[in-house]
Each structure stands twice: as C-alpha cells, then as structure tokens.
C-alpha cells in the first residue's frame, strides 16, 4: 500500500484467500445466534461506546485515513465524525426496530408485522471514505442482530482493521464483525456469495461492479443494497443567491478532492449567470491550497493512484480537444505524489465524456441552460441517478424541479445531502436501498407477518 503523496510504500496488509473467506463466513454463521438473541439495549450500548471511542481517537484515525487514502487532513477530520455519526445513530436505532398490529380487513383475523434480522452479511466497501462507508454498513448491520464480513477496498485496508479493532474495544464479541483485507476481490466476494449461510450482500462501489455483484448475487438470491456510482448535476438559476451558489459548489465539488459519489459532476447554470458563476467558482478553485494532507493547511490531496489521476487527465484533455475552454488548472504538477489541480472548464460540447462519466476528481465542467425545462432534460440525460443539487431563491421552483429530477437524493440550495439520519441512496442505475435513517437499519432486516387469530 502507498502514500498517494509521496507514492512510497506505507504498509503491508495480508492479502485474504478464499479458505480466509470461507473462515470468515463460518465466523460469521457460528456467532449469528448469540448476536441476534442479544438484547437490543445491549446493542445499542456497544454502537455508543464504538461512537465514543472514534470520537476520542478522531485525530489518529484522521492521520491514517490521509496516509491511505491522500484526502486533506480536514476532510479525513469531518469523515471521522460523519463516520462516528452512524455508530452513534443507530445506537438510537437498534431499540426502535417498530413492527405493527392492525385488524384485517375482514376482521377474522389480525395482521402482525415483526422485523427480523437478515443474517450474514457480505459488506464491500470502496477507498474514497474508507471510515464512512464500514460505519454506514457496520451500524445498520449490528443494530439490527445481524454479522458481517467486510471486505475493505485493497487501497485502503489500515482504517477498517483499526475500526474492527475499535468495535472489539466497544465490546462486539468474536465473530459478530470480521474484516478480510484481499486483493482478490472477485473471487473472494464470489466465494461468500455461493455460500447458503450469507444472506445479504451490501456494495458500495462503481456502477460496473456492481452490475457483476447482482449478477453474482442471483444465482443464490441473496437480498442486496448497491450503493453505486453517481452523475450529479449542479444546477444553478439566474435568480440564485450566487455567494451561496458558489460556497455550496466548492462543497459539492470539492469535498474529498472530488472524490466522492456526491461530487457535483456536471454545472448547468442558466444563461445569464454563467459568466459570473464561473467567474467566481474558478477564483475560488484557484485561492484552494494544495498539498500532502499531512500538512494540515493544505485543503486538497493527491489523487487516490495514478490510474485515477490519468483517468481525470485525460477526460480534461479530450473535452479541451472537442472544444471546451480551460479556464484554470489542467496541467498535472511535476514531483511525486499524484496530484491534480483544481480545473475549471467552459464551453463544454454536449455528449462530451466529462459531462457523462463520473470524474472523480477536482474538475468542475461548466455548461448553460435556457430555461427550467431544458435544465431538467439535460440534468436527467444520464444512467446515473444519485444526488442533484439546485440553487434557487424561489422555493416552489425548487421543490418542483427536486420533484422531475430522477435522483434519490436533492440538495436545495445545499451542497451536501450525506446526513447519517437520513435515507442515502440512488435511483437507476446509482443504486438499489437506502443507508442511513431508519430505512438504513429496515435494509438490514427481514419483514416476517404472521397472520394472527387471537
Ligand atoms: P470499485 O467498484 O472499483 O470497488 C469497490 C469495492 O469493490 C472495493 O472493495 C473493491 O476491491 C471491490 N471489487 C472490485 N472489483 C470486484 C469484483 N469483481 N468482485 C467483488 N468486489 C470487487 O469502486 P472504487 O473505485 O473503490 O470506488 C469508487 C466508486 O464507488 C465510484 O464509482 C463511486 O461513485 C462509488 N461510491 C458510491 C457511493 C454511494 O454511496 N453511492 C459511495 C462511495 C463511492
């Protein structure tokens, strides 16, 4: 494993085989019955000291998050706390698992609706927030009685070993979380899967892996929660409040260098704001300092690897060639590390790949609309459907534009939507269930009726 600052090896992970997987399955599947018959309160009182315990070593794991994963050392700091956020939401959760009594509708007979754990639980997670996506499983999952195997993405596996090291610490007995570093993702997932005793698969990843992990997941019809990749559109209307259009689009944007399934991907903003709104958006890339997170000033990192890095590079080149206009950064710095700059394009041709495929890096495209309806033909032109983001000051227009956009999440005048209280998630092809909320803790969760005469 390598620092993406310096591109210098950091660590060396046991890479986990299939026998390793199978082990921990059956770990797994051994400690199913306890976990399951422990109390919620109990539950509840282990997620709140894991909380707890992230809280207090927030710095520490912040510093390992960098040293993996390259993001600023301010960003590592708040996916701390956004991580410890899930443990400590559903603490509050395990003891609310609500079923219902209602008569039937003949009224021979009463219908009671109880929740009941799914079982084991394969959870794959991807590098970007290597704390926040275990916790967002990890929470759900042992709130509501179930166990789990996590398999870390091979970038980033320092932070989910510490995080079980944590859960152990919090009092989550042996076999209840296990966390199987591999490199060979396909046929360890694959070999879980297969296997009769897992019964639920949670992925957060690219839209492509995704697409094989259903495939995969079919064969034993094992129940799954795909959390996949995303093509926000960031919309901006002449009447919007353009100091707050621009604050939230750095949010949007930047967070993460870029880096995330949230990342404002493609600007639409209407005609007669574009000039200024890039304007403004460019001097704010430009004033962002960038560096090593180790050094806490510096507000933006390298990228996560060098493919990554190419890949961002060669999206801004190619949009360049079809005619878009650079107004600032795309030229990757000399030295070690892979980092990119913070680029602003105009201009960009309609069908342009930037404006198609996620970007995953710091590369704000900048495209004009002429009217409401075009802004919502344009933002839905795409598989994705995560998150969009609309700045306006008129509310109606607001809440009916968030009503057309085919999103499962919308940011009004917001450029951030990721909350642990509230349901995460896509429509099409971004994903299927919700983390987060109580829907997040109900994916976790069989709903059993039981047709009742008293
Ligand atoms: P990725 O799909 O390459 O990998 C995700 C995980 O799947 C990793 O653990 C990886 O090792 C594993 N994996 C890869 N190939 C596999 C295979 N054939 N079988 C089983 N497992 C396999 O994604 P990434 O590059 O780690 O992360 C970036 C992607 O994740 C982006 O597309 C981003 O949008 C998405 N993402 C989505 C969300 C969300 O909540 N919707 C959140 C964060 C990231």
Redesign the pocket.
Known sequence: MADPATALVIATVANGTVEDAQDAVAAAAAALPMWAATAPRVRSEILRRAFELMIQHGDDLAALIVAENGKSFADARSEVTYAAEFFRWYAEEAVRALGSVQVAPSGANSILVQHQPVGVCVL??????PAA?ATRKIGPALAAGCTVVL?????TPLTALVMAQILTEAGVPDGVVNVLPSKR??AV??TMLADDRVRKLS????????R??LAEAAKSVVNCSM????NAPFIVFADADLDDAVSGAMVAKMRNGGE??TAANRFYVEEPVADEFGRRLAEAMVALRVGPGADHANQMGPLVNESSRDKVASLVSDSVAAGATLVTGGVVPTGPGWFYPPTVLTNVPEGAPVLRE?I?GPVAPIVTFRDEEAAIAQANDTEYG?VAYVYTRDLARGIRVAAALEVGMVGLNRGVVSDPAAP???QKQ??VGR?GGHEGLLDYMETKYISLQW
């Open positions: 794959v997670t991807p590098w970007n927030f996506m398999k870390p993405a091979s970038e993702s396909g997932v694959r992925f957060t990843g690219s839209t492509d892996v995704g094989v992990l959390e996949l990749g995303g995330a399934c996620e995953f995560l995460f998630g896509g971004s994903g983390e």
